[in-house]
Protein backbone atom coordinates (compact mmCIF):
# COMPACT_ATOMS: atom_id res chain seq x y z
CA UNK A 1 0.00 0.00 0.00
CA UNK A 2 1.40 3.65 -0.78
CA UNK A 3 2.67 5.36 1.76
CA UNK A 4 1.03 9.40 2.36
CA UNK A 5 2.28 11.79 0.16
CA UNK A 6 3.14 15.04 0.09
CA UNK A 7 3.88 17.88 -2.84
CA UNK A 8 5.77 19.74 -3.12
CA UNK A 9 8.80 18.46 -1.11
CA UNK A 10 10.57 21.91 -1.20
CA UNK A 11 9.35 25.55 -1.76
CA UNK A 12 11.13 28.94 -0.89
CA UNK A 13 8.56 31.94 -0.83
CA UNK A 14 8.96 35.55 0.11
CA UNK A 15 7.09 37.50 3.19
CA UNK A 16 3.77 38.66 2.03
CA UNK A 17 2.98 35.55 -0.20
CA UNK A 18 0.77 32.68 0.50
CA UNK A 19 1.26 28.98 0.02
CA UNK A 20 -0.86 25.63 -0.61
CA UNK A 21 0.32 22.62 0.47
CA UNK A 22 -1.18 19.01 -0.34
CA UNK A 23 -1.16 15.43 1.28
CA UNK A 24 -2.61 12.41 -0.42
CA UNK A 25 -3.26 9.85 2.03
CA UNK A 26 -3.15 6.03 2.72
CA UNK A 27 -5.71 4.89 0.79
CA UNK A 28 -8.76 4.02 2.91
CA UNK A 29 -7.43 6.62 5.49
CA UNK A 30 -10.05 9.26 6.26
CA UNK A 31 -8.52 11.47 8.89
CA UNK A 32 -5.21 13.77 7.89
CA UNK A 33 -3.63 16.02 10.58
CA UNK A 34 -1.06 18.80 9.38
CA UNK A 35 1.88 19.57 12.10
CA UNK A 36 4.85 22.21 11.92
CA UNK A 37 8.04 21.36 13.04
CA UNK A 38 10.51 24.24 14.05
CA UNK A 39 13.89 23.47 15.75
CA UNK A 40 12.81 25.86 18.60
CA UNK A 41 9.14 24.50 18.97
CA UNK A 42 9.65 21.10 18.23
CA UNK A 43 6.32 19.37 16.81
CA UNK A 44 2.73 20.89 16.78
CA UNK A 45 -0.46 20.14 16.03
CA UNK A 46 -2.02 22.59 13.34
CA UNK A 47 -5.60 20.73 12.29
CA UNK A 48 -7.73 17.44 11.46
CA UNK A 49 -9.52 16.82 8.82
CA UNK A 50 -12.00 13.65 8.94
CA UNK A 51 -14.85 13.23 6.67
CA UNK A 52 -14.18 16.93 5.18
CA UNK A 53 -14.50 18.58 8.56
CA UNK A 54 -12.21 20.07 11.00
CA UNK A 55 -12.20 18.02 13.79
CA UNK A 56 -9.41 19.53 15.98
CA UNK A 57 -7.48 22.27 15.51
CA UNK A 58 -3.91 23.63 17.13
CA UNK A 59 -3.45 27.37 18.28
CA UNK A 60 -2.34 28.84 15.46
CA UNK A 61 -3.10 31.92 14.40
CA UNK A 62 -6.00 32.35 11.11
CA UNK A 63 -3.51 32.65 8.64
CA UNK A 64 -3.24 28.59 8.66
CA UNK A 65 -6.00 27.09 7.06
CA UNK A 66 -6.53 23.88 5.60
CA UNK A 67 -9.49 21.73 4.04
CA UNK A 68 -10.50 18.07 3.14
CA UNK A 69 -11.99 16.76 -0.03
CA UNK A 70 -14.06 14.02 -0.50
CA UNK A 71 -10.94 11.68 -1.89
CA UNK A 72 -9.68 12.34 2.11
CA UNK A 73 -6.77 14.20 0.13
CA UNK A 74 -6.07 17.27 1.99
CA UNK A 75 -4.35 21.10 1.18
CA UNK A 76 -3.53 23.57 3.86
CA UNK A 77 -2.54 27.36 2.92
CA UNK A 78 -0.69 29.76 4.73
CA UNK A 79 -1.68 33.30 3.88
CA UNK A 80 0.82 36.52 4.40
CA UNK A 81 4.07 34.07 5.06
CA UNK A 82 6.19 35.57 7.79
CA UNK A 83 9.57 34.76 8.53
CA UNK A 84 9.12 32.49 11.38
CA UNK A 85 6.77 30.41 8.97
CA UNK A 86 10.09 28.65 8.00
CA UNK A 87 9.21 24.99 9.05
CA UNK A 88 8.73 21.07 8.03
CA UNK A 89 5.08 20.80 7.49
CA UNK A 90 4.17 17.41 8.31
CA UNK A 91 1.03 15.52 7.14
CA UNK A 92 0.00 11.97 8.90
CA UNK A 93 -3.12 10.15 7.85
CA UNK A 94 -5.25 7.42 10.17
CA UNK A 95 -7.98 5.08 10.04
CA UNK A 96 -9.42 7.03 12.95
CA UNK A 97 -13.19 7.53 13.41
CA UNK A 98 -14.74 9.74 15.58
CA UNK A 99 -13.99 9.82 19.55
CA UNK A 100 -10.96 7.74 18.50
CA UNK A 101 -6.79 8.05 18.22
CA UNK A 102 -5.44 5.82 16.15
CA UNK A 103 -1.76 5.51 14.41
CA UNK A 104 -1.13 8.39 12.55
CA UNK A 105 0.95 7.87 9.48
CA UNK A 106 3.32 10.83 8.26
CA UNK A 107 4.71 11.86 4.89
CA UNK A 108 7.45 12.70 3.93
CA UNK A 109 7.24 16.61 4.60
CA UNK A 110 7.47 20.09 3.04
CA UNK A 111 10.49 21.73 3.79
CA UNK A 112 9.16 25.73 3.32
CA UNK A 113 11.32 28.37 3.44
CA UNK A 114 10.49 32.41 4.20
CA UNK A 115 12.94 34.88 3.01
CA UNK B 1 3.97 21.96 33.30
CA UNK B 2 4.21 21.26 29.93
CA UNK B 3 1.52 18.80 28.33
CA UNK B 4 4.35 15.75 27.38
CA UNK B 5 7.79 16.02 28.68
CA UNK B 6 10.99 14.16 27.49
CA UNK B 7 14.39 13.91 28.64
CA UNK B 8 16.01 16.23 25.72
CA UNK B 9 19.41 13.53 25.90
CA UNK B 10 21.33 12.79 23.91
CA UNK B 11 21.37 9.50 25.77
CA UNK B 12 24.43 7.20 24.47
CA UNK B 13 24.43 3.70 25.38
CA UNK B 14 27.31 1.42 23.66
CA UNK B 15 25.75 -1.08 21.24
CA UNK B 16 23.91 -4.17 22.95
CA UNK B 17 22.71 -2.59 25.35
CA UNK B 18 19.61 -1.47 26.56
CA UNK B 19 18.07 1.65 25.66
CA UNK B 20 15.80 3.53 28.20
CA UNK B 21 13.54 6.66 26.98
CA UNK B 22 10.80 8.19 29.10
CA UNK B 23 7.71 10.03 28.99
CA UNK B 24 5.32 11.89 31.30
CA UNK B 25 2.50 14.00 30.66
CA UNK B 26 -0.08 15.60 32.20
CA UNK B 27 -3.44 15.35 30.92
CA UNK B 28 -4.96 12.04 32.61
CA UNK B 29 -7.82 11.68 30.24
CA UNK B 30 -5.23 10.79 27.53
CA UNK B 31 -6.19 7.12 26.26
CA UNK B 32 -3.73 6.31 23.39
CA UNK B 33 -0.22 6.80 23.80
CA UNK B 34 3.03 6.47 20.77
CA UNK B 35 6.66 6.28 20.08
CA UNK B 36 8.06 7.50 16.81
CA UNK B 37 11.34 7.25 16.00
CA UNK B 38 12.65 10.49 13.32
CA UNK B 39 16.07 10.11 11.65
CA UNK B 40 18.04 13.44 11.10
CA UNK B 41 15.77 15.31 7.90
CA UNK B 42 13.49 12.83 8.03
CA UNK B 43 9.54 12.78 9.01
CA UNK B 44 8.81 10.81 12.21
CA UNK B 45 8.31 6.68 11.71
CA UNK B 46 5.83 5.06 13.78
CA UNK B 47 7.44 2.55 16.52
CA UNK B 48 4.47 1.57 18.57
CA UNK B 49 1.11 2.16 20.19
CA UNK B 50 0.01 1.18 23.51
CA UNK B 51 -3.24 1.54 25.09
CA UNK B 52 -3.46 -0.19 28.05
CA UNK B 53 -1.43 -0.11 31.36
CA UNK B 54 1.17 -2.70 31.12
CA UNK B 55 3.73 -3.90 28.68
CA UNK B 56 3.47 -4.13 24.59
CA UNK B 57 6.92 -5.55 22.93
CA UNK B 58 7.71 -6.21 19.37
CA UNK B 59 10.72 -7.55 18.15
CA UNK B 60 13.43 -5.64 20.35
CA UNK B 61 11.13 -2.64 21.50
CA UNK B 62 9.33 -2.73 24.32
CA UNK B 63 6.59 0.13 25.21
CA UNK B 64 5.44 0.20 29.08
CA UNK B 65 2.75 1.76 30.20
CA UNK B 66 1.47 3.92 34.11
CA UNK B 67 -1.39 5.39 33.82
CA UNK B 68 -1.94 5.90 37.13
CA UNK B 69 1.81 7.52 37.02
CA UNK B 70 1.45 9.56 34.37
CA UNK B 71 4.23 7.89 32.18
CA UNK B 72 4.95 6.09 28.99
CA UNK B 73 8.47 4.47 28.49
CA UNK B 74 10.15 2.85 25.31
CA UNK B 75 12.93 0.35 26.13
CA UNK B 76 15.26 -0.94 23.07
CA UNK B 77 17.37 -4.27 23.51
CA UNK B 78 20.43 -4.81 21.74
CA UNK B 79 20.45 -1.44 20.42
CA UNK B 80 22.23 -0.57 17.32
CA UNK B 81 23.82 2.57 15.49
CA UNK B 82 20.97 2.31 13.11
CA UNK B 83 18.82 3.02 16.35
CA UNK B 84 20.38 6.49 16.87
CA UNK B 85 17.80 8.85 16.28
CA UNK B 86 15.12 11.19 18.12
CA UNK B 87 12.84 9.33 20.00
CA UNK B 88 8.81 11.32 19.86
CA UNK B 89 6.87 10.55 22.41
CA UNK B 90 3.10 10.96 21.27
CA UNK B 91 -0.34 11.29 23.66
CA UNK B 92 -3.71 11.97 22.97
CA UNK B 93 -4.89 14.25 25.44
CA UNK B 94 -8.25 16.09 23.54
CA UNK B 95 -8.04 13.21 20.54
CA UNK B 96 -5.40 15.28 18.63
CA UNK B 97 -1.62 14.56 19.30
CA UNK B 98 0.48 16.51 21.62
CA UNK B 99 3.97 15.43 20.92
CA UNK B 100 7.17 15.48 23.53
CA UNK B 101 10.27 17.30 22.27
CA UNK B 102 11.88 14.37 21.73
CA UNK B 103 14.62 12.26 23.19
CA UNK B 104 18.05 11.89 20.67
CA UNK B 105 19.45 8.44 21.05
CA UNK B 106 23.60 7.86 20.07
CA UNK B 107 24.41 4.22 19.90
CA UNK B 108 28.09 4.01 20.19
CA UNK B 109 29.41 0.84 18.02
Known amino acids: KAGVTQTPRYLIKTRGQQVTLSCSPI?????VSWYQQTPGQGLQFLFEYFSETQRNKGNFPGRFSGRQFSNSRSEMNVSTLELGDSALYLCASSTARQGLAYEQYFGPGTRLTVT | QKEVEQNSGPLSVPEGAIASLNCTYS??????FFWYRQYSGKSPELIMSIYSNGDKEDGRFTAQLNKASQYVSLLIRDSQPSDSATYLCAVTPRKNFVFGPGTRLSVLP
Open chain 1, 27 to 31: SGHRS
Open chain 2, 27 to 32: DRGSQS
